[in-house]
C-alpha cells in the first residue's frame, strides 16, 4: 500500500466526530497557552496527560495532544507581537521585529504573516513527515541493541548541546535524569534501587509527577518572583491581511523558514526554539538590508514563524519512527502513547497504522483549523491575556493537582510534585535548562535496556558498540561533538594571541 | 553567580557519590551480566565527573557579588509553596472542594495580597468552576473528606 493510500485512510479516522473534536480542542488549547504568557506546550500537555487515560483511544489522545502543540506554535507570536513578550519560547525571536511592527501600526500585517507563515510551513513540515517518516522507519528495522544505544546516547547529546548556552549544564541534566529514571524497582531482577525502603519510590518516580512538578509548579514559582504586569499595545488591529509589498518581502523567508524548521526540527534535540533563532540568523545573513532588522522588518517575523512550525512538525519524525523524543513537548506526546499502551518506533507504522496515519491526517487538519482561529479571532485571544495571573496560577496549581492525583488516586504524588516543583526552581534560579532532564528520563529505560541486551549478546564486549557501522557513525558524532567545542575554543585562542602579537 | 554553581555541582558530586555506593550495594554484577546496580552505577560515576569538570569551569571568583537568589525574590515563591504544601495536608483531611477554597483564598490573600471582598468571590467561583469541571463533568474521582 503506497502512503497516500495510507494517508487517505488517515483521513477517514481524523475525520470522525470525535477526532474531530478533540483535533480542535487541542488547536483551541494549544493556541490559548501560546498566547497567555508562563505556560508552555510541554507544560500544558502534562496537564492533559492524565486524561489519556479517560479518552481511550490513543489515536484521539495524540490527536488532541498534538493539536495543542502546533497550536501553541500560532498563538505564540500573538503575544511577542502585541506584548514584545514570548507566549512560548519558540516565539522569543518574533518580538525583536514584531513588537516593533505593532508600535508603528502594523501589527496586524504581523500577525497576518505570522499566521500565514506558519500554516505555509506547518503544511511543508506535515508533507515531509508524511513521506519520509514510512522509509526512514523501515530503515529502523535494522536496529539492533547497539544501534538503539548509541542513537539514544547521540540523541541526549544532542538535547544536551542545543539545549542553552553551557554544554557541561545540559550534560549534567542529561545524567540527573538517567540517574533519577533508574529509581524504583529493576526491570529484570526486580531489586529494588534508590527506593530507600518506601513504597511510594517501588513503581518509580513518575514522568507526570516530574513533569508537572519541574514544568508546570516550578514555572509558576519562577513566574512569581515578578509580578506580571501585561501591557497591551492598544492600538486597534487592523488590517491582518499583509499587502502585496509585504507578500514580495517575506516569500523567500517563508520558504527558508520552512526549510530551516523542518532539518532542526528533525534533529533529537533539536525543535521550534533553535528552528527560530537559527531562521532569524539565515534571513538577516540573507537579507540586503540586515541593519534594518530589529526596527520593524517583516521577514524577522516570517522566517522565525514559519520555521517553528515546520520545526513542530518534524519534530514527530524521530519520536514516531524510531521512538526517540526529541523535545520536552514531544516526550509528553511519547508518554501519552505509552500511556495507551502504544509504542512509538520504527514498529508503530507496522502495528498501529492507525495511529500513524490518523495522526498525521490530523495535523493537516489541524492546520487549517489554527489557520482560521489566528486571522479572524485575532481580538478574541488578545482578550484572554487580560485574565490576571493572580487568577491563572491557583488553577494551573489545581489542575497540576488533580492531574497527579488522578494517577494514583494518592495524595502523596501531589507532595512529590510540590517537591520536583522546588527542584525545578531551583535548577532554573541556576539556569539549567530542564528540557534535557526530562528528555533523559524517558529515554533512561531505553538506554538502560539497549545496554544490557547489547552486552549480553556481545559476551561484555564493548567493541560491538563499535565494529556495527550504524553505531560506530552515530557514536562518532558524539565523539565529534564532545571534541569540537575544547578544539575550537583553543583554536580562537591561538588565533586571538597570533593576531595580538602581530 | 559562581559561587552558586559551584554549589550546586558539589551537590550533584555528593549525589553521585552516594548513588554509586548505594549501587555496588543493589549489586553490580559484570560486563557479561550486568546486574541491576551495573547502569547506576556508571550513571553515578559519569555524574561525578562532569560535576567535577563544572566545578573546575567556575573556579574563578565573581567579578560582583550577584546571588542568583536575593532574599527579596523569595518570599511569593516560598508562600505559594507552603500554599501548595498545605493543600497537599488538607486535601484527604477536608475534601477537594473545601480545600480548594482555602487553596484559592490562601493564595490571592497570602502570595498576590488582594483585598478580601475579591479573595472570597474569587475563591467562591474559582472552586465551583473548578468542581463542576473536574468532579461533575469529567467525573474524576476527587478526594473526599470532612466535607466535599
Redesign the interface.
Known sequence: MTEIQSLMQGFALAVTPENLMFGFLGAVLGTAVGVLPGLGPAATISLLLPLSYALGSPLTSIIMMAGIYYGAMYGGSTTSILLNMPGEAASVVTCIDGYQMAKKGRAGAALGMAAVGSFFAGTVGIIGLSFIAPPLARFALNFGPAEYFSLTVLGLMLAAYLSGRSIIKGVLMVVFGLLLATVGLDPISGKERYTFGTMILMDGLDFLTLAMGVFGIGEIFLNLEEKIKNELVTTKITNLWPTLADWARSKWAVLRGSLVGFFVGLLPGGGAVIASLVAYAVEKKASSEPENFGQGVIEGVAGPESANNAAASASFIPMLTLGIPGNPAIAMIYAALLIQGVQPGPFLIQDHPDVFWGVIASMYIGNVILLVLNLPMVGLWVQMLRIPYAILAPTVVLICSVGVYSIKNNVTDVAMMLIFGVMGYILRKLDFELGPLLLAFVLGGILEKSLSQALLISNGDFSVFLTRPISATLLGVVALMIMLPPIVSLMRRRLGKKSAAG | MKK??RR?ALA?FV?AAG?AA??VD??FG???????????FW??V??AV??V??YA?NREADAAAQP??AAG??R??AI??VI??L??QA??FLG?ATA?FF??GA??RG??Q?RWPKVGL?AVI?TVA?YVV?AVL?H????RGLLI
Open positions: 552558586w554553581q550546586a550533584f549525589i548513588a548505594k549501587a543493589i549489586g559484570s560486563f557479561d551480566a550486568p546486574g541491576p546496580g551495573f547502569f547506576p550513571l553515578a559519569l555524574l562532569v560535576a569538570v563544572y569551569s542568583p537568589m525574590r523569595f511569593r515563591p505559594a509553596a501548595i504544601l493543600y497537599t486535601l484527604d477537594f480548594t487553596l484559592f493564595w490571592l502570595v498576590e488582594e474569587v474559582g473548578v473536574f469529567l474524576l474521582s476527587l478526594p
